[in-house]
């Protein structure tokens, strides 16, 4: 079994190779490379190496789901998990049939979310359906982005008016994103961007704490100083732009084999002209 110090060794020491400092060294020069000769856990290796060497943004698209769940896998092993991101298509199986997936929404939407940041050290790993799927611009993602903050001054009822606003369902008990609820002065609200829901706790009219929690277990998860609330985007009106609109100008990205991944969007489009996705 290989541990995390296991992990960290094998990193270092594959990070000193020759092959990894040069093509670190031409990225910043000529931002163009075709590397060949990559097999199996060799790939998510390097790409975590030359992360480590510089810590840009990232994008790696791989051929298919498989190959990129298998890569973003191995990169999360290798690296801090919160640093490597997926971004899966918004549907269980082919659009066509219609059948969104909202676990896949979450994802997509974290990325976006992530997008507005100013961290600039991310990697993010996804294959051609997804990024074929039209997404929100970044615009309209900043303008129905609720920020709430600990010592905030905002009571719950304000914030309620603002779920409102945004479609949220108020219910007794949030399970799925889209929902929220109140209790004496907690606030319990489910966000499109996030794993967990999230708790905030009020003193009168302030934020005295934001937590995450489990939904069956109810016990907290994680606290936080500033949460990003965010809804869904379910019309087709609302997603007319894509992922790399989003993009940071200065990511590096990786294709796995750019003819397959050109012929594979040009079929996903020939298949369905208005494929969008649910962010």
Same mark, same amino acid.
Do not use: M, Q, W, Y
């Given at each position: 079994k290989i541990n995390d110090l296991d992990i960290s060794i094998l990193l270092k020491l594959f990070g000193t190779k020759t092959n990894v400092a040069a093509a670190s060294?031409?990225?910043?020069?000529?931002?163009?490379?075709?590397?060949?000769?990559?097999?199996?856990?060799?790939?998510?290796?390097?790409?975590?190496s030359l992360y480590n060497r510089a810590p840009n943004p990232y994008l790696y698209i791989l051929n298919n789901l498989e190959n990129a769940g298998y890569f973003y896998h191995d990169l999360t092993q290798l690296l801090n998990d919160k640093e490597v991101l997926f971004f899966p298509s918004g549907y269980k199986r082919a659009a066509k049939y219609g059948q969104l997936d909202p676990a896949n929404e979450i994802l997509r939407t974290e990325v976006l979310e992530r997008l507005q940041k100013n961290d600039k050290e991310y990697i993010i790993v996804t294959y051609p359906d997804a990024i074929a799927e039209k997404v929100i611009s970044q615009s309209t993602l900043k303008q129905n982005t609720l920020t709430v903050s600990v010592s905030e001054h905002i009571d719950s009822e304000a914030i309620s008016k603002k779920l409102d606003a945004y479609q949220f369902e108020y219910v007794d008990y949030v399970y799925e994103p889209g929902q929220y609820a109140t209790r004496g002065s907690i606030l319990d609200v489910f966000s499109y961007s996030s794993e967990y829901p999230y708790r905030i706790d009020f003193f009168g009219d302030e934020v005295e704490t934001i937590r995450s929690f489990d939904i069956d277990s109810q016990l907290s998860q994680q606290t936080f100083e500033s949460i990003r609330i965010?809804?869904?985007?379910?019309? =087709?009106?609302?997603?007319?732009? @894509?992922?790399? =609109?989003?993009?940071?100008?200065? @990511?590096?990205?990786?294709f796995e084999d750019i003819q397959w991944i050109e012929s594979r969007i040009e079929g996903v489009f020939a298949g369905d002209s208005n494929r969008t996705s649910s962010c």
């Open positions: 060294k031409l990225l910043s020069e000529v931002k163009t490379l075709s590397i060949k000769g990559l097999h199996g856990s060799s790939k998510p290796l390097f790409a975590a965010i809804p869904h985007f379910d019309t =087709d009106k609302s997603r007319n732009s @894509t992922l790399f =609109d989003a993009l940071d100008p200065n @990511t590096i990205i990786g």
